[in-house]
């Protein structure tokens, strides 16, 4: 049983996991990291579970690395680190998963977030990589997934000088795709996990590895990969059984073949 982690069970298809260390601003320590990577892990081969939620504190989704185990570390331990095969486990968790970020997602809680496929923010989400303060540098993906989503100026920006940005400035730079009032933030995450779950698995999950190849591959190597995946689709049951709903005027039934 995780125990900083508090899992509700998967209800119409979504997982909500919800990110619980309260009296460190869930600061990511090696434990969390793992148990985080496990839960991914058992969700993985779930089929009942089709999308996961993640979302902290109404205070902190995760105020980043845990910085007292980070001073108990010298360089090889730094070295052999245990949390990087958990951020590795974690970056190639296959299905959709939605950020439901309240408060401070600062560090290694921003590069948690930057994770997510999708991210929705309070209006009082404050997204930073304050690491420059401490004498180090984003370490858990964050100079290039950062650069990726808001552009080189504002990533620079917030690398260099470590102030955070509140989440209209997120979603205007493209980090977050909604913003909610803080209260609704979960609320809306979930209504739209519900949404994406009822779609047919096997495009979910394509769509989600073409999507992804766009930012780590040259156009002509992505555009190969999305024709491939849209030929494999045209094999499925699920692809007869959509155009099928649609001309029967019904709602189509998914399972995943
Ligand atoms: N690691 C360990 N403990 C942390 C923590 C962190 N990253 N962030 C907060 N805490 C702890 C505080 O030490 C404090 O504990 P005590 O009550 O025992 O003193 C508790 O959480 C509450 O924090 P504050 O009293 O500081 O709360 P605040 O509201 O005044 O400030 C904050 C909140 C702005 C998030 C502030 O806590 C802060 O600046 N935290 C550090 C943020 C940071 O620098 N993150 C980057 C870490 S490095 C990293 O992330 C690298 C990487 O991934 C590779």
Redesign the pocket.
Known sequence: MPQMLKVTPTEHGVRLITLHRP???N??NTQLLGELAAELAAVEQDPGTRVVVLTGSR??FA????????AERDLVGILNDPRVSHWQAISSFSKPLIAAVNG?A????C?LVMHADIVIAGEDARFGQ??I??G?M???G?TQRLLRAVGKSLAMQMVLSGIAIDARHAQRAGLVSEVTQPELTIERAIELARLIAQKAPLAVRLAKEALLKAQDTDLASGLRFERHAFTVLAGTQDREEGICAFQEKRRANFTGQ
């Open positions: 009296e460190a601003m600061a990511l205070k902190a105020a980043g690395a845990d910085i007292n185990e980070m401070f600062l560090g290694g809680g590069e304050p690491e303060n401490l180090i984003p370490g858990a964050g």
